[in-house]
Every structure is written in structure tokens, then in C-alpha cells.
Nanobody, 118 residues
Framework: QVQLVESGGGLVQAGGSLRLSCAASGRTFSIGRVGWFRQAPGKEREFVASISWSGGSTSYADSVKGRFTISRDNAENTVALQMDSLKPEDTAVYYC???????????WGQGTQVTVSS
């Protein structure tokens, strides 16, 4: 019903920037929020940031607050994650998902690798 595709990952030096994109298709009207999550080797998936599909309200994990910015491109049905001042600790596979109301996030994309070198 909803398909999400992540893109924009890559290799960057510490202090650099990357912009990730989450493209949504299908029944996008069923999306309440879109969230970015990341998973590093040996660690569980952790929340990074989220944005409401219609209202523009945002939420950030403390570890990325002030460095990452999540935004919505209404014309293209995409959600971007602008990542500045990247640190090696940000290295992970980044995924986007959607939730409806208080439900769990689902409709995960394939993920995009972000690697930050020191």
C-alpha cells in the first residue's frame, strides 16, 4: 500500500554533510509520520528523526539535534534528512518508515549506507 525508497548515502569525512531522501509512493494519504532510523553493526535500530506527513511537526533524537534537519517536499512526496557536521558515530544504515497514529513504524525501505571517516 505504501512504498518507501531511501537514497543519498555515501562516504564522507567527519565534519562533512550528506542529504538523504525517502521517496514515498502508493497510498501516501495513509501516512501519519515518516521517520528516519539507523542501525550500526552490533547495535539495535535507533530513532533519528521524524516529521508529520501533513503538518510539518518534527522530532529529533538528542544525538543528532542541531546537526540533522528533516523536511518534507510536498510536490515530490519525499522526505529529506539533511545531515551536517557528521561524526564517525553516525556511521550506519539509514532506513525510513511510516506510522499511522500510535502504531509501530512499518513499510521500511531497503536502507542506504552512511559511512563517516575520521
Amino acid at each position: 500500500q505504501v512504498q518507501l525508497v531511501e537514497s543519498g548515502g555515501g562516504l564522507v569525512q567527519a565534519g562533512g554533510s550528506l542529504r538523504l531522501s525517502c521517496a514515498a509512493s502508493g497510498r501516501t494519504f495513509s501516512i501519519g509520520r515518516v521517520g528516519w532510523f539507523r542501525q550500526a553493526p552490533g547495535k539495535e535500530r535507533e530513532f533519528v528523526a521524524s516529521i508529520s506527513w501533513s503538518g510539518g511537526s518534527t522530532s529529533y533524537a538528542d544525538s543528532v539535534k542541531g546537526r540533522f534537519t528533516i523536511s518534507r517536499d510536498n510536490a515530490e512526496n519525499t522526505v529529506a534528512l539533511q545531515m551536517d557536521s557528521l561524526k564517525p558515530e553516525d556511521t550506519a544504515v539509514y532506513y525510513c518508515g511510516r506510522r499511522r497514529g500510535l502504531s509501530e513504524y512499518d513499510s521500511w525501505g531497503q536502507g542506504t549506507q552512511v559511512t563517516v571517516s575520521s
